[in-house]
């Protein structure tokens, strides 16, 4: 949860609490053993002028719940319940504003690895403008010596807080070698993803996505962006298949696609230029299909946009 000051309230355990008073205690396994896991979840002004709406909430209380299965929890949270407790988050800090939420769920308790609750459950939200600069620019990717972590050993699919040691190792290792992030290779070389995005290639008029079994978390912008691709015919094909590492270099766009990168361009890979070296075409058209959806100004489906009530008048 990058940067800034929090908004006043956070909920834990059921009440809602000074956002400064959420913690989690230190001999909780939640701690101990990363025995946790997480959503980041935002929230977009809507262009219409009718407030603030968070965007896919359901899907990302979906994930959340079953992430919680993976971890083994004996209760786990009724994803109906978070849904309007977010909800009522937002309303109770007045946001008016871009914003995102973290909600997380960890092992309480001071029980061993193989605890199963009691469940701790918290969130809080921050303001969240967006990076437009970086949105136009691009970024400048390392391919990381270190290995995207197996199914069978920290699976991907489910957004574990342990699961993020793999992607920190591989974020560090690009900063010090002067690149803003990673992208990791499975075990047999292929393609996964960003530490904390998905990723996309555009080849030959074709959109090609590593597929849900190349150790990624299964992404919802990710979804969300290939579904665009898809409808608009301004791509030839969308294809989830394995993709090798040298298909990046060869590339003629390239883009990480998350809630935290929306839709960010690759301008450069291992000090190869990706195409032109700045935002392509293709990842233009797909940013304003985002953000038109994010925002409300194109019709999406059922469900994606949950309005807050009360910020209905006040964000104009
Ligand atoms: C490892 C990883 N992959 C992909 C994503 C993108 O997922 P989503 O689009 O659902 O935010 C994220 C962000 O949550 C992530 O942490």
Request: proline residues 6%; aromatic residues 6%.
């Amino acid at each position: 949860m990058a940067g800034g000051p929090v908004f006043s309230f956070g909920w834990q355990n059921g009440a809602f609490v000074p956002a400064d008073t959420v913690t989690l205690p230190l001999l909780a396994p939640g701690v101990t053993y990363a025995a946790s896991v997480f959503e980041g979840i935002r929230a977009y002004t809507q262009g219409n002028g009718s407030g603030v709406a968070l965007f896919r909430l359901d899907e990302h209380l979906d994930r959340l719940r079953r992430s919680c299965e993976v971890l083994g929890l004996d209760d786990v949270p009724d994803p109906a319940h978070l849904a309007k407790t977010v909800v009522e988050l937002m309303e109770r800090n007045t946001v008016a504003e871009d914003t995102y939420i973290r909600l997380q769920v960890y092992v309480d308790g001071d029980g061993e690895m193989t605890a199963r609750g009691p469940t701790g459950v918290a969130m809080l939200a921050r303001p969240r403008p967006q990076l437009t600069a970086r949105l136009e620019t691009g970024i400048r990717c390392q391919v990381s010596s270190w290995r995207r972590i197996g199914d069978n050993a920290s699976p991907p699919r489910v957004k574990a807080a342990a699961n993020y040691l793999n992607g920190r190792l591989a974020g560090l290792q690009a900063k010090v070698d002067g690149y803003d992030t990673a992208l990791l290779l499975t075990e047999d070389g292929q393609v996964a993803e960003a530490p904390g995005a998905c990723v996309l290639l555009v080849r030959d008029r074709v959109l090609l996505a590593p597929p849900v079994t190349a150790g990624i978390l299964e992404s919802l912008t990710r979804d969300t962006v290939l579904r665009h691709a898809r409808d608009m015919g301004f791509i030839a094909q969308v294809l989830e298949r394995p993709v090798d590492r040298t298909e990046l270099y060869a590339a003629s766009e390239v883009m990480l696609v998350g809630t935290g990168m929306e839709v960010t361009p690759v301008v450069g890979i291992d000090r190869f230029a990706i195409g032109d070296g700045i935002r392509g075409p293709v990842t233009q058209q797909l940013q304003d299909l985002y953000f038109a959806a994010v925002r409300g100004t194109d019709p999406t489906p059922d469900g994606w946009l949950t309005h807050v009530p009360n910020t209905q008048e006040s964000a104009t």
